[in-house]
């Protein structure tokens, strides 16, 4: 079959021929791949040649969000057919700590897991992926064609319902309401900070979005559609955004790779608020001490998220179908970008002021 693989012994990326798979065990099923996105995960593994191959191998097939359709399933599967459109988790467990037993790979302790597409395992770049079924999430006929929309939006699922678990320490406080009509900040508007300002306004937040592109590029004008609004940050300092949207927020979403930039936007985040870490960046960072007492003086919470489990692809599939009924087709305004898999390489060019998501459609 066709693929798209990461050569280690090249250190590049190659279109080609790999082994197809085949079911091998009664609870296995098989899809065909119709498209696949690429994100700023795959940009950058290539670009500082991160990919760690399956053992004893020297490739490894790239992709970890996509919208497949059953084949085959083996004899032991239930509720899942072929015809069925569908997608893939991507983080399988170390068979080792508890967390992983329970099915939540996602909080592995011990590290040694892995991710389809990312490290020890093939991804779905292929035109055809075999796994576990337990690893299947079935799309319903609202969201079919949003299904490489999942992974992404899934990990955005799970770092919210933790801050939402955060809020929870609050008296008379249900996380799941606290969001409504809060003031909260997403600092990035690439894809993850697009889908993070849906999900947000899919709460009832009031959100606004930092990030350093023009007013009138595309993804700003995609946010003041949903009802965000939109702050250019090459013309405000990080501490006046708080000024600007009427007062500090009760949840700051960080989104871009700029640790700087982040740690500057603590002082916006307000008493009691929470401030979610979900890209990391490169370079030192300068911080006061003071940033350490605000935190404690605010009862603050800082959140790490990464990854998500089989329920945050649940919440994720909830979410768009939501997104659909408030807002036709206009998640699909996202996948801006349309490839064929021989042109995976214009796929993997980051161009922010043309393009919001390339996604590689394979049939």
Request: net charge neutral; hydrophobic share 40%; aromatic share 8%.
């Amino acid at each position: 079959m066709k693929a798209i693989f990461w050569d280690r012994q090249s250190g590049s990326m190659k279109y080609g021929q790999r082994p197809e798979p085949d079911i091998a065990s009664s609870a296995d099923v098989k899809a065909r791949v119709l498209a696949t996105g690429v994100c700023g995960t795959d940009r950058e593994l290539l670009s500082r040649k991160g990919f760690i191959p399956p053992e004893n191998s020297n490739f490894i097939v790239t992709g970890h969000e996509v919208l497949a359709r059953l084949v085959e399933t083996g004899p032991d599967v239930y509720g899942l057919a072929p015809g069925d459109f569908v997608t893939f988790t991507i983080r399988r467990g170390c068979g080792k700590c508890t967390l992983c037993a329970s099915g939540r790979s996602d909080m592995c302790e011990t590290g040694e897991y892995s991710e389809r597409g990312l490290a020890l395992a093939d991804g779905f770049n292929s035109e055809f992926v075999v796994d576990d079924a337990a690893n299947c999430v079935k799309l319903p006929a609202e969201v079919e064609r949003l299904g490489v929309l999942c992974e992404p939006l899934s990990t955005v699922e799970k770092a919210l319902s933790g801050a939402e678990e955060a809020a929870r320490r609050l008296p008379r406080i249900d996380g799941g309401q606290w969001l409504h009509g809060s003031r909260c900040l997403v600092m990035g508007a690439g894809p993850m900070g697009l889908l993070a300002s849906m999900a947000l306004i899919l709460r009832g937040a009031q959100l606004w979005c930092v990030d350093m592109l023009d007013e009138k590029s595309m993804r700003p004008g995609w946010l003041r559609s949903i009802g965000a609004s939109y702050i250019d940050g090459r013309k405000l300092k990080p501490g006046k955004l708080a000024e600007v949207a009427g007062g500090k927020f009760a949840l700051v979403y960080q989104a871009a790779g700029a640790p700087q930039a982040s740690i500057e936007l603590l002082p916006a985040l307000a008493p009691n608020g929470v401030f979610v870490f979900f890209a990391s960046g490169r370079g030192a960072i300068k911080a006061d001490a003071s940033l350490i007492t605000g935190i404690i003086d605010g009862n603050q919470t800082l959140l790490g998220s990464v990854s998500s489990g089989h329920s945050h692809f649940a919440m994720a599939v909830d979410r768009l179908a939501h997104a659909e009924l408030k807002w036709p087709g206009h998640a699909m305004g996202l996948m801006t970008g349309e490839y064929a898999p021989g042109d995976f390489k214009k796929a993997y060019a980051e161009e922010p002021l043309k393009n919001i998501k390339s996604v590689i459609y394979w049939g």
